[in-house]
C-alpha cells in the first residue's frame, strides 16, 4: 500500500505540474513570443514561415512557353533546356508532353526489333526514374551532341522521376536519331509500371493521358542491338527460343506488354546462371541442361556459361552486354570465352544506390572500337519525396496519433483497480489545483447532474476506455510501419523488426541496411514478375484479417 501511494503521490505531482504551467499560461506568461519560431531540444530556432535548408531552391512553378521548349531547330525540342528545367522540379503542360512523347513514337516505330549500331558509343544500363545521376551520368561520358549512347532499357519505376528520365531520353533521341538508340526494358511495360511507381508518378504529377501515350511509346521501343558487329546487346538475356540473332525481327514488338513466356520475354527478362562463372563446356545442346527455370523473377530462364558461348560462336559474335541486374560496382564482367579469351557476358548497371539502399555505384561502357573504358559514379543529391509521393500531412498523422494515444493511456494507467476506489490526500490537491485553473466553458456548463458510478461500475468503465483505446493504438501503429516502410527492414532481421529502430528514425534505419547483399536480398521479391491481380487480391485480403486480429487482441496482462 505504501508503494502504491508513492506512486499516485509522483502521478499527482505530475499532472500538478501540467495544470500549473496551462495556468501560467492562461495568466499571459510567453504572449510577447514569436508563434512562428520554434526551438528544438539543441536550443535552435527555426522560423516556420521560411524554408529549413535554405541552400535548396524552392521548385519551380512556371509551365515553359512552346517557344522556349521546341527552340531547336526544325522546332524540335530542346533537350539541354529540358534538362535545366527539370533539375529544378519544373513541370511541363500536358499537351508538351504528349507532343515529346509522340514525336519519339514516330521516329522508334521506324527502327527495326534487331538494331545495328557502330562505335565509338557508349552503352548504359539501367536508370529506373534516378533522373538526377542521369545527369550526372551525361557529365561524365558526354554530351549527346558529340557522343554516341546505347540505353540498354528500364527508365522507369522505383525511382521519383521517371516521366523526367523518360521525356528527357526522348528528347535526345528526337534530336539524334542516328546517334542515340533506346531499347526496352522489363519495366517498359503495362503490366510492371502499374504494379510498381511509374503510374502513380504519372497520376500524381501530370494525368491519365501521360501514362496512356508513355504506354504507347513503351511498345515501340526497339528490342536488341548488335553494336559494332561484335556485340549482343539486350536488356536481359537470351533464350531457348533464340537461334539466330534474325528471329528478333520475327517478333511483334508492338504491345504495351509482353508475353509471360518466349523469346520476347526472355530477352527482357532472362538472368545468367548463378553459377556462370564456375560452369564449364560440356559439349551438350540440350536446352534442358543450357536453360534453367528463373526462380528469382518467376518466369524466363538462366543461361548457362555454355548455352552464351553456343550463342556467341553461331552468330560469329564477340560478347553480351545487358543490364537488368544491380552490381556493386556497377558492372560485372563473366567468364571470358574459350575462343578469344574475352569476357563471354557482360552486366552494366547505371543507378547508383538503387532505390536508396543499395549503396552501390553505377557504371556505363564506353568502346572507341577497340578499348573498353568503364566509367563509374557514385549517387548524386536529389530531392527527398515520401513514399508514393505522400505530403508529409497525412504521412505523420499515424506517428501523432500513436504518441498522442500512449500519453493517453499512461494517464489512464496512472492508478490501478485498488486505486480507483481510494482518495489520497495528495489527489485532493489536484483537485484543489483544478479549481484554481480558469474554465472558459463556465457559462457553458451542463445543468443536468451527472449520475454517480460506483467504484465497480467506474473500473469497468475505465477498463473498456483503456481497451478501446489500445486496440486505436494497435491501429495507428499499423499504420505508423506502413508510413516507415519498415517491411524491408523486417525481411532482413527475419521477420523481426529491431528493437528501438523506429524510434531512433531514419538514420536507424539506414544503418540497419548496411550492405549491398543485404538491400539485394530484401528487396528480390521486388526484381520478379509481380503477382497477379488474384494474387494481389487475395493478400490484401489475408493482410486485413491479420490487421483484425492485432487490433481485437487482448492485451497481455500486466500482473
Known amino acids: 500500500m505504501e508503494y502504491k501511494q508513492r506512486k499516485a503521490h509522483e502521478n499527482s505531482l505530475k499532472i500538478e505540474n501540467a495544470l500549473r504551467a496551462v495556468k501560467e499560461r492562461n495568466n499571459g506568461d510567453g504572449l510577447n513570443q514569436d508563434p512562428t519560431i520554434w526551438i528544438n531540444e ?3 530556432s527555426f522560423k516556420t514561415t521560411e524554408r529549413v535548408v535554405k541552400d535548396v531552391p524552392l521548385p519551380s512553378l512556371v509551365i515553359p512557353s512552346d517557344e522556349e521548349l521546341f527552340s531547336n531547330e526544325n522546332s524540335l525540342p530542346n533537350y539541354k533546356f529540358l534538362r535545366d528545367h527539370f533539375k529544378g522540379e519544373g513541370k511541363l503542360s500536358i499537351n508538351q508532353i504528349v507532343k515529346i512523347l509522340r514525336m519519339a513514337i514516330e521516329i522508334l516505330s521506324k527502327e527495326p526489333n534487331l538494331l545495328s549500331v557502330p562505335a565509338p558509343i557508349c552503352v548504359v544500363g539501367d536508370i529506373h526514374g534516378q533522373f538526377y545521376d542521369l545527369c550526372k551520368l551525361f557529365e561524365i561520358c558526354g554530351d549527346p551532341d558529340k557522343t554516341s549512347f546505347l540505353f540498354l532499357g528500364d527508365y522507369v519505376d522505383r525511382g521519383d522521376y521517371s516521366i523526367e528520365c523518360l521525356l528527357l531520353l526522348y528528347t535526345m533521341k528526337i534530336n539524334h536519331p542516328e546517334t542515340f538508340f533506346l ?13 510498381f511507381s511509374f503510374k502513380n508518378e504519372c497520376l500524381h504529377k501530370y494525368t491519365s493521358l501521360v501514362y496512356k501515350e508513355s504506354l504507347k511509346s513503351f511498345g515501340s521501343l526497339p528490342l536488341c542491338a548488335i553494336m559494332n558487329e561484335q556485340f549482343f546487346c539486350c536488356h536481359g538475356g537470351i533464350s531457348p527460343k533464340l537461334n539466330d ?15 509471360s513466356s518466349g523469346l520476347f520475354s526472355d530477352l527482357l527478362w532472362a538472368d545468367p546462371h548463378p553459377d556462370y562463372d564456375d560452369q564449364d563446356i560440356k559439349g551438350t545442346t540440350d536446352n534442358n541442361l543450357l536453360y534453367e527455370e528463373n526462380v528469382d523473377r518467376n518466369c524466363s530462364y538462366y543461361f548457362s556459361y555454355e548455352a552464351a558461348s553456343n550463342f556467341l560462336a553461331k552468330n560469329n559474335l564477340l560478347s553480351i552486354i545487358r543490364a537488368h541486374q544491380a552490381q556493386q560496382s556497377g558492372f560485372r564482367m563473366y567468364k571470358n570465352t ?9 552486366t552494366l548497371f547505371s543507378a547508383p544506390n538503387y532505390c536508396g539502399s543499395y549503396g552501390n555505384k553505377a557504371a556505363a561502357l564506353i568502346y572507341d572500337g577497340n578499348v573498353f573504358n568503364i566509367r ?14 505522400m505530403s508529409v500531412f497525412p504521412w505523420s498523422i499515424p506517428f501523432v496519433a500513436e504518441k498522442t494515444l500512449e500519453i493517453l493511456l499512461a494517464v489512464l494507467n496512472i492508478c490501478t483497480e485498488d486505486e480507483l476506489g481510494e482518495e489520497t490526500p495528495v489527489a485532493r490537491e489536484v483537485a484543489k489545483s483544478l479549481d484554481e485553473v480558469p474554465d472558459k466553458a463556465e457559462s457553458a456548463a451542463a445543468t443536468e447532474p451527472v449520475p454517480t458510478l460506483s467504484p465497480f461500475e467506474a473500473r469497468q468503465a475505465l477498463r473498456r476506455k483503456i481497451l478501446s483505446i489500445g486496440r486505436m493504438s494497435r491501429m495507428f501503429n499499423i499504420l505508423r510501419e506502413e508510413s516507415e516502410k519498415v517491411e524491408q527492414l523486417k525481411s532482413l532481421a527475419g521477420g523481426i523488426l529491431p528493437r528501438g529502430v523506429l524510434v531512433s528514425g531514419p538514420d536507424a534505419i539506414n544503418d540497419e541496411i548496411n550492405s549491398f547483399e543485404k538491400a539485394r536480398l530484401a528487396d528480390l521479391k521486388n526484381e520478379g514478375l509481380p503477382p497477379t491481380e ?24 500486466s500482473n
Open 338 to 346: 574459350l575462343t578469344n579469351g574475352f569476357p563471354s557476358l557482360i
Open 183 to 195: 531499347l526496352r526494358g522489363n519495366h517498359e511495360s503495362k503490366y510492371m509500371t502499374s504494379y
Open 42 to 44: 539543441k536550443g535552435e
Open 376 to 389: 563509374q559514379f557514385e549517387a548524386s543529391p536529389s530531392p527527398f519525396h515520401l513514399p508514393k509521393f
Open 245 to 259: 540473332v534474325d528471329d528478333i525481327n520475327k517478333i511483334n514488338r508492338f504491345s504495351e506488354n509482353f508475353p
Open 534 to 557: 488474384e494474387e494481389i487480391e487475395k493478400r490484401k485480403q489475408e493482410r486485413e484479417k491479420e490487421i483484425i486480429e492485432y487490433v481485437n487482441q487482448e492485451p497481455e496482462s
